[in-house]
């Protein structure tokens, strides 16, 4: 684990150096993901001028779900968005073969090898907009609450990760991943409105076996309706089961894997 740690570390390192070598980018990332959230809250004010409830939600408890999201968003731009980027890359050019013979676990190193220094402002503000529509919140907010609730933000940017990467494993026996992972993109956009405000077959799909209602919607629920186990349970098992999942397909692509050398 030290090990680990240390070698993460220099990650961040090389990550902030590099940043800082072109900060024309780096400025203009924080301006686009500033932007971003700006028309997140915009939509939500105007959808709230027609209507009091939205998925069985006012405009207070919108907010903290939006700005809840927008930290899952700046975590997985932040820590894994990049490196998502680069996979197929490199196994379409062979060039995964130099982090399969390096030792220390290649779908650790895949995933967070580029740190995005330039997201890591943006995950700042996203904290930042989390804490102003938390401490706007008219309703009773005790810290436990609140802890749990951020510990399940966390949660949900793994989960976002863990689909991300089944969605970008195909592209071992596909060669492409440009059909999934633009389908990835459209379904992400479920993970951006309450959970409540799908039905049927629909919903059942996005707390299963697509969970994006399983981001940020899930620990909303759970801070504004109080800790219920079923609903605690349920995102912590599809959790650790997608975990599992996707290290037993990743063990099964790199099993399949035809290296530059082959």
Known sequence: MGRYLRLYLHFLRFSFSRAMEFRVDFFFRIVMDAAFYVVQIAFFSVIYRH??????????QALVFACG??????????????????????????DLDYYLVRPVSSLFFLSLRDFAANSFVNLLLASALLAWALARYP????????????????????????IHL???IPVFWLHSNRGLGETFYVIEKYSERPDRIFHGWLRRLLVTALPFSLLASFPARLLFEGITPRL?????GVTVLFFLGVLWFWGRALRGYSSASS
């Open 51 to 60: 209507t009091a409830l939205l998925g069985g939600w006012d405009f207070d």
């Open 69 to 94: 999201f927008f930290l899952i968003d700046a975590l997985h731009m932040t820590v894994f968005a990049n490196n998502m980027w680069w996979l197929p890359i490199f196994v379409n050019k062979g």
């Open 139 to 162: 309703g009773p907010l005790d810290a436990p609450h609140v802890a749990l609730y951020v510990a399940l933000l966390v949660n949900g940017a793994l989960l976002y990760w863990l």
């Open 166 to 168: 089944a969605f970008l």
């Open 232 to 236: 605690l349970a349920h995102t912590l």
